[in-house]
């Protein structure tokens, strides 16, 4: 599949989908896409800006949303201005498909609502490329009946993002062996940080185990993962929303050292 000018899938570069949970004002967001693209350039990954302008789905209703759809692509379109990168970004209502769709470079469908016809059917109307997360609740192998739903809908430039698996409450398990069960139906990208989660279990909010992030993300990238999808943030412990999860710039520097080591390995095997 294929994202502006990035190619994600077999044969091509891994891929970096990385950014904030949510934003919080424009000085940040774009200090933020400056600093991914640069570690992406860096490292020699192709790198999309991914970010929430309304978190719809809080734990408590008093919870931090975000700046809201207009004020959130203003600043999007002013990323895509001043930083030159695409830019990634959920929906959560069918409403919203068309009017995102007309500044960022990709719609995300949130793993919660990965099921729901109609979010899916406006999303490939608009003729993005579509980023679906599974839902915590869904078999690997049963999440190509949400891809076929988008192919049906004329959408063909798909990919899937595992994010874990509900276990228990309040935790979240990686069954490594759905990276490769979803390849056979779609490029595959593993978000790290959310699949260190505790739904819930943070006072009403979602907590998190960051130390799990890297080590996990490397994991994602030994099974051969087509990309990567890691959420950053100058100050975790400050995010207004899922901090514990979150890694600092630094954090994700050293991580992307390390994947880009394994990636170099894999390739030296094969060859």
Known sequence: MKIAD??????????LIAGLNVLEDEASALECAEKVDALGSKHGLPTL??????????TRADGFRGVGLERGLEIFESIKRKVQI???????????????AGVVDA???????????????????????????????????????????LHGFGCQDVLVTERGTSFGYGELVVDM??????RAFAPVAFDATHSVQQPGRKDGASGGERQFVAPLARAAT?????????????????????????????????????????RAALAAANS
């Open 222 to 262: 030994a099974m051969g993962v087509d990309a990567l999808f890691i959420e950053v943030h100058p100050e975790p412990a400050k995010a207004p929303v899922d901090g514990p999860c979150q890694l600092t710039f630094d954090e994700l520097d050293r991580l992307l050292s390390e994947v880009g080591s394994i």
């Open 107 to 149: 719609l995300q469908i949130p793993a919660m609502l990965c099921r729901q016809t109609d979010l899916l059917k406006s999303a490939a109307e608009t003729g993005k490329p579509i980023n679906i997360k599974k839902g915590q609740f869904i078999a690997p192998d049963d999440f190509r009946h949400a891809v076929e739903k």
């Open 49 to 58: 800006f991914k970010a929430s302008y309304d978190k719809a789905n809080r």
């Open 177 to 182: 062996r759905s990276l490769k069960r979803m």
């Open 6 to 15: 990035i190619s994600i899938g077999e044969g091509h570069p891994l891929a």
């Open 86 to 100: 695409p830019v990634l970004t959920d929906i959560h209502e069918s409403h919203q498909a068309s009017r995102v």
